[in-house]
Every structure is written in structure tokens, then in C-alpha cells.
């Protein structure tokens, strides 16, 4: 640092800011950046308005970096966390898009031993086969093997997608 560069005491400034109410903090930023801030997390807005403080002493981004930076906001996604597979379109082959990703295919059993008997389901198209009754759900079946309400994939252990 040299004599003729400005002196930006950090310490000072947070103090100032720290006793500040949040009514304040947003006057205050407002008045340094012209336009209103939406923010309602205080912390932030605080570290903010130092990095505003100290850009203004000591100077901000070189042109470049503020060119680098517009570059990449145009480019960059407005998603914060991205998008399952199936939302985006892409979806396994010869998968039906309709299905569940934790059943087997249609025709396939899901076999599970309960107090000494094995229990046999059989996947249709559409619904499940259990001792030659129609069920619409594992839940219903579940709940027929265990006389209350069970979630059928947490009773069937189906909790993971099946290959």
C-alpha cells in the first residue's frame, strides 16, 4: 500500500453496518447502487455493502473480468439445481414413460416372504394380480396381506428404481 492510496478501515465499516436496522441497510444500498435490494438476508446484505465500500476505495473488477462475468450470466442456467431426467424428455429405451421406475416390467412377479408365506404379485399394464384378485395398487395388496394401511413399495421393498 502506498501513502497516496486511500485508507478503508473494514473493521469500522462492519461495526457501522452491524448497528444498523435492516430498514437502514436497504436506504443504505439503495442509495449506493441506485436500485432497491430484495434481499431479506441481512448478513448478506451487509458483506455486500462492504464489497461496495471497498470497490469504491480501492476499486472494483478490471473491464475484463466484468466482461467475462456478463459472458457468463448470459449463458448460464436460471435453474439452481438441475433437472431430472424425466423432466428434461429423456427417458430410458423401451421404457414407458407412464411407469413407475421402481416396478418390474409388466408380466414380471415381485415375490416377498411374509410371517412364513411367500406372497406372489404379478405387474399387468395396468395394476397388480395377487391370488387372482385385480388390485389397483401394492398399497391395497399390503394392506389385504397385513389387514392396515402399508405403503405398498416400502412392503414389497421396492424402494430403489428396478433395472
Given at each position: ?15 457501522e453496518l ?5 430498514a437502514a441497510?436497504?436506504?443504505?444500498y ?31 473488477l478490471c473491464d475484463?473480468a ?18 431430472r ?17 421402481r ?40 394392506q ?20
Amino acid at each position: 500500500m502506498t501513502a497516496t492510496e486511500p485508507i478503508f478501515d473494514i473493521t469500522s465499516e462492519r461495526e457501522e453496518l452491524d448497528a444498523m436496522t435492516m430498514a437502514a441497510l436497504k436506504r443504505r444500498y439503495q442509495e449506493e447502487t441506485g436500485r432497491a435490494s430484495s434481499t431479506r438476508n441481512r448478513q448478506y446484505l451487509i458483506r455486500r455493502l462492504l464489497w461496495i465500500a471497498q470497490a469504491a476505495v480501492r476499486g472494483g473488477l478490471c473491464d475484463e473480468a466484468l466482461a467475462l462475468a456478463a459472458t457468463l450470466a448470459n449463458d448460464a442456467s436460471v435453474r439452481a439445481s438441475p433437472a431430472r431426467a424425466r423432466a428434461l424428455g429423456v427417458v430410458a429405451p423401451n421404457a414407458d414413460a407412464t411407469r413407475d421406475e421402481r416396478l418390474p416390467r409388466p408380466g414380471h412377479a415381485i415375490v416377498r416372504r411374509y410371517k412364513g408365506e411367500t406372497l406372489r404379485v404379478t405387474v399387468l399394464t395396468s395394476g397388480f394380480e395377487f391370488k387372482g384378485d385385480r388390485y389397483d395398487s401394492l398399497s391395497a395388496i399390503a394392506q389385504a396381506v397385513t389387514g392396515s394401511h402399508v405403503n405398498g413399495f416400502r412392503f414389497f421393498r421396492l424402494l430403489k428404481v428396478a433395472a
